[in-house]
């Protein structure tokens, strides 16, 4: 059997620069480049106002980890969710009352007769054990039928 190298440390990004990885070059490129408009476009005092959040901007994209993802990929995923939820949430309200209505109806369809005189947890038993080929001794079919049709639990 051949012997192959298993890779590890694969989530540890190169560094270039010192510590700089890069990603975080290329974030501080790309900033850096918008750095450089607004200096050429606005005067300085408004310079001043756009860049020094730009900069901040830029330490935060590059350094800032959320649950140890990159800050770019976080703010990504929060998008798509957003967007798009992946969990539904089922809201139990309308089926609450729709369960409600439910059990009203059915304690009104219930007949006032007692359905058990005695116990017949053993003869369900039996009948459930053999697959159905044990009838039971009620007195008559419709007694299961009924017991059914009103929704009492065998």
Do not use: C
């Amino acid at each position: 059997m051949q012997q192959f190298t298993v890779p590890q440390f694969i989530d540890v990004e190169s560094k270039i620069i010192g510590p700089i990885t890069v990603r975080q070059f290329l974030i501080f490129l790309g900033f850096g480049v918008f750095i450089a408009l607004f200096y050429r476009i606005f005067d300085f005092a408004l310079f001043l106002t756009t860049s020094i959040p730009s900069a901040i901007l830029a330490v935060m994209f590059a350094f800032a980890k959320i649950n140890g993802r990159p800050l770019h990929l976080f703010l990504i995923s929060m998008l798509q969710t957003w967007r798009r939820p992946g969990i539904r949430v089922w809201n139990n309200k309308n089926n609450i009352v729709e369960e409600e209505k439910k059990i009203y109806i059915f304690n009104e369809k219930l007949p006032t007769k007692e359905f058990y005189h005695r116990s017949r947890l053993a003869e369900l038993s039996l009948i459930v054990d053999t697959s159905g080929e044990y009838r039971g001794t009620w007195e008559d079919d419709n007694d299961i039928m009924d017991d059914h049709e009103s929704g009492v639990n065998l």
